[in-house]
């Protein structure tokens, strides 16, 4: 019964076991300090110290250092041509493809699927241990799509954000849930979460989509034991706070700026960063006039608090759709003599940006992609040069597409090599532009696409290796579809990655050359992670064809429209002996 | 729901009595307009129905009625949203008129016209008085981190933690509701008495029962707006009681000034009649 008339129903999940641990082999010298680590539960300690423990991969991107790096090196250039598959999972929720990085935690994978579903796996059989399926919503904002990127754990739970704009904690050890909150209507606001989520202290930390709808973004984080409410960042400020003169109007309350990939965090510095996304309508500029802050910018904040210290705005009102939401990479770098602490982050224009992440202040910026003609190049001060905006009414030729220079699958930087790892897209769309009135939490877009080839050939893909200082291309990896997935490095010398034909493949971290690769059956659009488990290294793929992305391909490759979608994790190691 | 869509609702209501031509050239381009607004867009169904990641919906064949169910209704378990209450019934036939007008087999004759006798909705909303329009926005203004709509549900929107105030309006007077609003500690609805939990943990535990099975009790947790549903394992709870209080937090004079608040008030007792 319900005393308050219909919350959605509650469903536990199928209890298998309770969170097994795998066996921590003290005798390796080598791993005492991740397995003093491996003991505990996982707190902010152990997820401020995450690159000492390379058995596991405990937060979206590895470590807060958001490097997709791994120094285990049992797997390597030399021996990766004898790895093979040694078990497969398959989740059965195939709409939408298998978009995230699982996270492994002491001997056990945690994943989620499109349509909210989260499962629990032996790390090293595949074995499932548990499944949590979220109550399919009635409704869910379209433009947004059915996948989900990944959860976090900590203390205990597994956190997961919804396609109805929930956060959710579960038992870690047996998937039931332990509270949800709602973060705000997802039918009134347009908006939801298919991000995962960031634990910092003792807060769990979402953002969410929303930033092609008639919405205003924000950041939210919430007491990670309880789900308790903490804090709110608005992306875009209200009437009297700073930055809201940047808005014409009532444009503000219907700006977009969200929040829809997960940022990370700074011990050290203790400042939460995360990059918003494209102010809204995307493409009409008309009725926002000014820079709209903070949209494609990098905010830096108070993690307890939600105050901002800094931010950097790259695009000032953006009429491209080039949201820098995504991956925020924290590098120290020496620069001009200087040791600076830095931050990387790729954006949706197809430049690189680089920042001092104590202050903000602007080192540099660089190009992935040749197809580009929104701006004729970025002065020495970070400001946009010779700015090509379309014109209402009219078809405009703008490079790169919607689909961006680069998707949000994120890039890797090794230590080893000092590259950063990233994938391009060179490809372009006519554009046509028109007014629209915003309707709250409706698709607030202000134009419409085609995509295109570049006038200089066709569109293509590649995977290549940066300085990520100078941008200086070391190789180049070119694919004729976009590639998709993210990229995972090892100390092994390898780069990792997957292509829309389900090839996973390895290269030499040092010349891209590709060292082997397997047919997992369907295209890859999520993010591989490496990880041990009792001294064996297994690398481990999402395998899943079927985002929003993936479907628009098919305006440049109908034939990709023919490739199967999928659900899957393939999991790689090298055979013991005897095998 | 803002303004701008109870305005179109209102604008629909007398039109959407008049049978429809779907081969109206000014149905279609309405049709268009909209269709580039709700269903081209970013990643659905493409620049003129070409595709994206929805399906292509040009050069098929359609049944203009099913056609019009989808839109309206929606595909569940799918990305496809009804749009029924999101835009007007009368932009759903002229989409439907637009999409058919890239069929393969665009409708004619009698079959090209639509009765809406049935089909066409008066909308509560565009009945509502100015004052109780305003008052509708108010209750759901997502710039206010702590308006009503977090708790309370009103025609499908916001979300049912607390009672449903229409109900509660037809039985109150408009000072009655409002000192409710502003003072919800004085008295509590039935049915809605705080159930408070200390848990072995230490910790407390206070606010709306969801749902209660064998082994859980959900709790809307009052700590926090939005309010977390706390999923409590009984052998965890160390104490149980029933408390006659409401679980409404305090200060909403703080979100709203009372003239807003007669506002919302005007708002509850017409969506009550």
């Known amino acids: 019964m319900t005393a308050t008339g219909k919350p959605a129903p509650f469903r536990g999940a199928s209890d298998d076991g309770d969170g097994r641990r795998a066996p921590c082999l003290l005798a390796l010298a080598a791993l005492i300090v991740p397995c003093l680590l491996a003991g505990a539960e996982v707190d902010s300690e152990r997820l401020n110290r995450a690159d000492e423990d390379p058995a596991n991969w405990l937060t979206y991107y590895g470590t807060y250092k958001s490097w997709r790096y791994s120094p285990l090196d049992r797997i390597n250039r030399g021996n990766v041509e004898a790895l093979r598959p040694v078990w497969a999972f398959e989740s059965g929720i195939t709409d939408g493809g298998l978009q995230a990085a699982p996270l492994i935690v002491d001997g056990v994978m945690y994943v989620s699927t499109a349509w909210n579903h989260v499962f629990a796996l032996d790390a090293a059989s595949g074995e499932q241990i548990w499944h949590f399926e979220y109550p399919e919503p009635e409704q869910i904002p379209a433009t947004y799509g059915t996948w989900n990127r990944g959860v976090a754990v900590a203390y205990g739970l597994v956190f997961l954000g919804t396609l109805d704009n929930h956060v959710v904690a579960l038992d870690r050890a047996t998937g039931e849930e332990v509270w949800r909150t709602e973060v705000e209507s997802a039918k009134q606001c347009g908006c939801n979460i298919t991000s995962a989520p960031l634990v910092v202290k003792d807060l769990v930390i979402t953002g969410v989509t929303g930033g092609d709808s008639a919405h205003r973004g924000y950041l939210n984080a919430y007491d990670a034991r309880t789900g308790r409410h903490r804090w709110r960042f608005w992306a875009i400020p209200g009437p009297g706070e ?26 050290e510095l203790d400042l939460l960063y995360w990059a918003v996304g494209n102010p809204a309508a995307d493409f009409y500029g008309g009725d926002r006039e000014g820079d709209n802050l903070y949209t494609d910018s990098i905010v830096a904040l108070d993690p307890d608090t939600g105050e901002l210290q800094w931010h950097y705005q790259q695009i000032p009102h953006d009429v491209w759709d080039y949201d820098s939401a995504y991956e925020i990479v924290l590098l120290d770098l020496e620069l001009g003599g200087k040791k600076r602490r830095a931050l990387l982050n790729p954006s949706k224009s197809g430049h690189v940006w680089l920042l001092d992440r104590a202050d903000g202040s602007f080192l540099g910026a660089w190009p992935l992609v040749q197809a580009s003609n929104w701006i004729e190049g970025i002065g020495p001060g970070g400001e946009l040069l010779g700015r090509n905006e379309p014109e209402v009414g009219k078809e405009a030729f703008v490079c790169p597409s919607i689909g961006g220079g680069r998707s949000w699958n994120h890039g890797a930087y090794s230590p080893d090599t000092g590259w950063f790892y990233s994938t391009g897209l060179e490809w372009c769309q006519v554009l046509t532009v028109r007014r629209e009135e915003p309707r709250e939490g409706m698709p607030f877009f202000g134009g419409e696409f085609q995509l295109a080839h570049p006038k200089e050939g066709k569109a293509h893909s590649h995977l290549s290796a940066y300085d990520p200082v100078t941008g200086e291309r070391k190789w180049q990896y070119k694919h004729k579809y976009p590639l998709l997935a993210s990229q995972l490095a090892t100390a092994g010398g390898l780069v990792l990655s997957g292509d829309a034909t389900g090839r996973f493949f390895a290269l030499d971290a040092a010349t891209g050359r590709e060292l082997w690769s397997f047919r997992t059956g369907s295209g890859h659009r999520g993010s591989a992670v490496t990880y041990s488990v009792g ?27 023919e490739l199967p979608s999928g659900s899957s994790i393939f999991a790689f190691a090298l055979p013991e002996d005897g095998e | 729901m803002t303004r701008t869509v109870a305005a179109l609702l209102l604008l629909a209501g007398p039109l959407a009595a008049s049978p429809l031509d779907l081969t109206s050239p000014e149905l279609i381009a309405d049709g268009a307009e909209q269709f580039a607004r709700s269903c081209s867009v970013g990643y659905c169904h493409g620049s003129e129905g070409k595709a994206a990641r929805g399906p292509a919906l040009r050069e098929r064949s359609w049944d203009p009625r099913e056609l019009y169910r989808i839109t309206v209704e929606g595909l569940p378990g799918t990305s496809m949203p009804g749009w029924k209450g999101v835009i007007p019934d009368r932009s759903v036939w002229a ?9 393969t087999e665009p409708p004619s004759g009698a079959s090209a016209v639509i009765d809406l006798g049935a089909e066409a909705e008066a909308s509560d909303r565009a009945d509502l008085s100015p004052g109780a329009a305003l008052g509708r926005d108010l209750f759901f203004d997502l710039q206010r981190e702590r308006r009503c709509g977090v708790c309370h549900e009103v025609d499908g929107l916001g979300t049912p933690v607390g009672p449903n105030l229409v109900v509660a309006a037809r039985s109150m007077n408009e000072r009655e509701l409002a000192r409710h609003i502003v003072r919800p500690r004085a008295s509590v609805a039935y049915g809605f008495e705080q159930l408070e939990l200390r848990l072995r943990s230490g910790d407390r535990v206070a606010g709306v029962l969801a749902e209660e099975t064998e082994t859980h009790v959900r709790v809307f947790d009052a700590a926090s707006v939005p309010p977390p549903l706390r999923s409590v394992r009984k052998r965890d709870i160390r104490e149980r009681r029933n408390r006659e209080r409401s679980s409404m937090p305090r200060g909403m004079n703080k979100v709203y000034s009372s003239s807003e608040i007669a506002k919302i008030v005007e708002f509850l007792r017409e969506s009550g009649r």
């Open chain 1, 242 to 267: 700073p930055g809201h003169e940047t808005w014409a109007g009532d444009s503000w309350k219907y700006g977009g700026g969200s929040t829809w990939v997960t940022g990370t965090y700074d011990p």
């Open chain 1, 535 to 561: 001294g064996r290294q297994f690398i481990a793929t999402p395998s899943g064809w079927g985002s929003a992305l993936a479907g628009l391909t098919t305006q440049l490759w109908p034939e990709i429209g």
């Open chain 2, 95 to 103: 989409v439907t008129a637009y999409v058919l007008s890239l069929s």
